[in-house]
């Protein structure tokens, strides 16, 4: 939301989709989703830039190198999944809020650049729940209301100290009701 509310123009372009797709009178439901390509691409840019786990913990179940460093098995390990999905030579302008980069698919995970739900066989079994929530609260959110926060125009987005990537300033916005479906 926060990322939207800095964006009007994204916030624009996600709400016209919606708007072509539920017409005037219905709210968004879960079944539309696979009609909203920019909504399921701005869900993963959100994921990539605002990862709710930055560090994903490891075990080394053996001896092993990794770029040039010998790691003992047993050793513990903390892969950086927020700088890997900042990497500038994985991501063309990675500090940019930029959902197109994901309408030309890929990035299911399997190639360890996308990481917001970790990897491999300890990956997070709870993702396509959470996409599902995502989907539907962020497009209702944007569906029924427009966005404001008190002190001028502009969210501060940057990361607080700790393992969960929550914003410094928790994010205070107001709405003010466009549509009412019921
Ligand atoms: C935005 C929400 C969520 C995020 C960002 C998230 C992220 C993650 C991450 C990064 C891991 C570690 C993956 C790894 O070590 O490679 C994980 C593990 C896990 N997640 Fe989630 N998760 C979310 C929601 C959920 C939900 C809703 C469920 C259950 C319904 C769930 C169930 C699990 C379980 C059981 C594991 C451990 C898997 C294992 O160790 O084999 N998560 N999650």
New binding site residues.
Partial sequence: MAELINRPNIFKKLREEIDSITGVDRLVKESDVQNLPYLRALVKES?RLH???PM???ECSQDCKINGFNVKSKTRVL?N?YAIMRDPDMWEDPDKFMPERFLLGGDDGHDFRF?????????????T??YM??HTTMAALVQCFDWKVKDGEHVDISVALGFTGAMTPPLLCYPTARFHPF
Avoid at 115 to 127: H, K, T
């Fill in positions: 994921l990862t709710a786990a994903i913990p490891r892969i999944a990481l917001p739900f970790g990897g491999g066989r300890r990956g997070c079994i709870g993702y729940h959470v929530i995502m």
